[in-house]
């Protein structure tokens, strides 16, 4: 779960459809891997008796696999791509949790590339009827279809479930369609499956995204943030328009004339409300090579003691405001957006929809088949946790957001079709229906961080009813100390090597899946036809 417009341009840096490898010539090293793509014929509607049209026709799904580690009798390992595109997930065959599961049990890995992701579109637009498929429900029909039908050119044998054990992997959005997977189809297809940071509860608005932030974060920079924003927030409420314009002058960005959008922008380099550039708390990781430190660095230069005397000057720019009080932090804050974040924006108009603009409603009704859209829709309609400001207590998001600053994005992306409509606020209940807080699947693992922003919503939230169900092989669940959002996926190819407890939760999931294998000849599958 990422901001829309990051993600989107992330993808396009990332499509590798030109570069074509073999696993098995290992003439690069396992890290620079690349592998074909292969496609597979998938039901466009699994339930046709929704009376929605094109009940007999497929579309192609694009998947791609790593047979390095395969031996006969091995287990298939399905990487669920979620939000993205398949190539963007090649790390988790190459060095990842799929790598070290198939090196540990001689196993098959395969990334199958969610609809309407990638290149794996039902239609050439994306409109509100086209979109119509793009339901929980279908997607994890499309993972149980693939497991019962799926080909590997080379590898001998029928590898289909549930013949063959699969066990799926996913994290974050795709964490939540493993359990979903696994609660619906567990039981006569798809055998296990691993849940990262999987926001298995939803709500429509989640100003809780930013509390391990406020809590994690380096104390003296989130401080001087809140104060920042509680003063900015009291011009708004008194209706100062001078002093809100001279405010947002001082970050370059005084073009941005919705408050909210100005608000969104300089929250950037934290994470904001669905389109946010910067690399955030959320793209910290453990593994440098998939992680990013800029949010540090933006801390460092709000929370500097020691700036330049022009930057330190800024700090009682607004200081006729607030009776002489300066904004402590407001100069190193401001420079940092001003040349750091700015830059993000390649074309320089911030008021643009690509970059924080959000008021043009034709750009948002713009049916490109993309990331973004795809992500939005399901944001509208069935997963919601809209990014807004808390009610009370300190804030490092402006309260001039709220969910109606996104609810207002799906009205203006999705008019009402011939078939089709998206509700008027996101349909909690299909989320919900699984079993929120209290889910349980049978070979289901969790496994969380306990500064994942998105924590609140997986099933070791702090929100979740107490006392919790003891753990066991058959619903094992792991929280690990000082991770973020699905840090378990990512790898360096040596386990013994790894910080402690990510070391040790690899150790777990390694445990725990050879556990179910031992039991996979005693599995009966029921209802299987």
Known sequence: MKGLKFLAAALAAVMLDDVQAHPGKRAVPRQNLQYDAHYFQQKINHFPENRLPYANDKFTQRYYFDSTYYKPGGPVYLYISGETSGPSRFSNLQTGIIQILMEATNGLGVILENRYYGASYPFNTSTTDELAFLTTAQTIADNAYFAQN??????????????????????????????????????????????????????????????????????????????????????????????????KTLFGLEVLTDNRDFASAIVDPIGNPGNYLSNTWQELNWNSTYGSRDFFYFCGNVSDIDPPKEIAAVDYAMSKYTNGEPWVGLGGYANYVKTVTRKHCSSGDYNSHDCWGTQNQSAWADITNTAGRSYLYTSCTEQGAYIDAPKEGPTLLSRVVDTSYEQQWCKWAFPKGKYNKIPASPDLNVYKSFGDFQFSANRLAFIDGDQDVWNGLCYHSPEAPAPRRQTSDLHPELFITGAGHHWDSSGILDVEAEPQFIREAHLWEIRTVKKWLRDFSSWKPSGHH
């Open 150 to 247: 799926a080909v590997f050119p080379g590898i001998k044998g029928d590898l289909t479930a549930p013949k063959t054990p699969w066990i799926l992997y996913g994290g974050s959005l795709a964490g939540a369609q493993t359990a979903f997977s696994i609660k619906q189809y567990g039981h006569n297809i798809l055998y296990g499956g691993i849940a990262s940071s999987a926001p298995i509860d939803v709500v429509v608005g989640y100003p809780e995204w930013y509390n391990p932030i406020q809590k994690f974060a380096p104390q003296d920079c989130v401080n001087r943030i809140n104060n920042i924003v509680d003063k900015f927030d009291d011009l708004v409420a008194k209706k100062q328009t001078a002093a809100i314009r001279e405010f």
